[in-house]
């Protein structure tokens, strides 16, 4: 018999002393909820003196403080209804930590010798935690704020662009039907259609969601549809076709490629086939190697050379191409001949060189 | 150039008669001078007679005044409480036998069909793109 109390004795240490060190604040109660063991978490946690804990009823602990409506009711189901209750939320006012928010967890557990019922009460800290997650949500709803903003701003931005270029197309056209020159024209219109290639690189960002790539072959595609629309008709017919490797260009890139293709073809159109009954052909070409790339505009026409062909200096066109040509860091070559002339301009590297 | 003036000044004096409209008559609406004038210039040049508006008030306007406009050109962004979308719906409901045409850089063609535009122009766009929408619309008035 004298075993018997010494190993419910034992126990009973035991148990108080698990109690005592767990991490997390824990009270047993008795089923007058009065205390019977806590944990120096709790005592450190909510800075009560542990002389002042043991045989307390838990809501006259800190004159009165833990008189918590919330806590009676979680014990009060824990008792009554025999149930674990789990992640019961307390928002209080604790006398001496101030605002904090707890979940609780209780549970009814063995009975004392005399048959009465045991509770466990856990506190569980979230007062942080919520902080966070309060913080963090703020945080999501003012990132997409911004987002939504930058989205506006972009399209503004690209509405502004286009619309700009759309007004100087406009002042250009407008001035050359004003003019009585028909150079004068031809260089208005010209610089008419310089713009527009610019104007299709923010078209194709437009419709394409990107700001800062773009993909090559369905651009100068559109840029060649655009060009033959304003230059090949009835009085100069001509075939304008691309082809071209599948690649992203960088929209500045894009742009500058866009201008050499605009200078080369209108050359080719204006230039290349002075016999209008000819089968004029003016092919558009871009080949990707890696890192590589190289661009080719050809005709079948007469080639250089010709009366009707651009000075063999160079015109503003050909300097232009020069120039975007050396910012790409890509350079010219012009082959021709009998059979037409092409230019091709070539970006590559020393390790990969393409053939031009 | 002078031609069409006289055709223009002349169709106006059967219109004061029959008051009918005319499928080659268009009303460009567009807030940005430059824009508008070439609009203008382009389309008068392809054969069409051409009234011009600065925003949607404009517009109703001389909507009100002129019964021969069949087609209406209009940009979405104008100043005014009425945006090109609104303009097309309400010149829908009030004007059903014009049909509109929406230009427009930051508009798609399926918000210019949802306000009830016959057709859609995106700028920046060549002189031969507006030319052809009036094309198709006139034709198919």
């Known amino acids: 018999m004298t075993m018997l109390f010494d190993k419910i004795e034992d126990a009973r240490s035991l148990a108080q002393i698990v109690v005592e060190t767990v991490r997390e604040p824990l009270l047993v109660l008795d089923n007058t909820l009065t205390i019977l063991v806590a944990s120096n978490s709790f005592h450190k946690i909510f800075q009560i003196d542990p002389k002042d804990t043991p045989n307390r009823p838990l809501f006259t602990l800190d004159k009165g403080g833990w008189d918590i409506p ?287 | 150039m002078k031609g069409l003036w006289h055709l223009k000044r002349r169709s106006k004096v059967i219109v004061n008669m029959c008051q009918a409209a005319d499928p080659r008559t268009i009303l460009v609406v567009e807030d940005e001078l430059f824009i508008r004038m070439s609009a203008i210039a382009t389309l008068k040049d392809a054969g069409f007679w051409t009234l011009e508006a600065h925003n949607s008030a404009q517009a109703l306007e001389i909507l009100s005044r002129h019964p021969e406009v069949s087609i209406m050109m209009t940009d979405v962004r104008m100043p005014g409480k009425m945006d090109g979308f609104a303009l097309v719906a309400r010149v829908l409901i009030d004007y059903p036998a014009i049909r509109s045409i929406i230009v427009s850089s930051n508009a798609t063609a399926a918000q210019a069909s949802n306000a009830g535009a016959f057709g859609f122009v995106p700028k920046p766009y060549l002189p031969d793109t507006i030319i052809q929408a009036a094309h198709d619309t006139a034709v198919r008035h």
């Open chain 1, 70 to 356: 919330a806590l009676h009711t979680l014990l009060e189901r824990s008792l009554v209804d025999q149930t674990v209750v789990e992640g019961f939320l307390v928002e209080q006012e604790f006398p001496r930590i101030g605002a904090r928010k707890f979940l609780l967890h209780a549970r009814k557990v063995l009975g004392t010798d005399d048959g009465h019922a045991l509770i466990l009460l856990g506190f569980e800290d979230i007062t942080e935690r919520r902080a966070i997650e309060h913080e963090k949500a703020l945080l999501q709803l003012r990132t997409d704020d911004l987002l939504v903003q930058k989205e506006v701003l972009l399209a503004e931005m690209q509405h502004r662009i286009v619309n700009s270029l759309q007004i100087i197309a406009s002042i250009l056209l407008l001035k050359a039907r004003a003019v009585s020159s028909e150079e004068t024209r031809q260089h208005l219109q010209d610089a008419h259609r310089r713009v527009m290639s610019v104007a299709a690189v923010q078209q194709h960002l437009h419709s394409s969601g990107r700001a800062d790539a773009i993909d090559i072959a369905p651009y100068l595609s559109k840029l060649c549809e655009s060009l033959a629309g304003s230059m090949i008709g009835e009085s100069r017919p001509a075939k304008l076709t691309v082809t071209a490797d599948e690649a992203h260009v960088v929209s500045a890139n894009a742009i500058s490629l866009g201008l050499i293709v605009t200078e080369l073809v209108i050359n080719a159109l204006k230039y290349a086939f002075p016999d209008p009954g000819k089968d004029a052909s003016v092919k558009v070409d871009y080949e990707v190697n890696g890192t590589d790339w190289k661009l080719s505009v050809s005709d079948n026409g007469i080639g250089r050379g010709t009366d009707s062909a651009p000075p063999a200096k160079g015109g503003l066109g050909t300097s232009l191409v020069k120039a975007l040509a050396h910012q790409l860091d890509a350079q010219v070559e012009t082959v021709s001949g009998p059979g037409g002339m092409r230019v091709c301009v070539t970006h590559a590297t020393f390790l990969s060189r393409m053939a031009v």
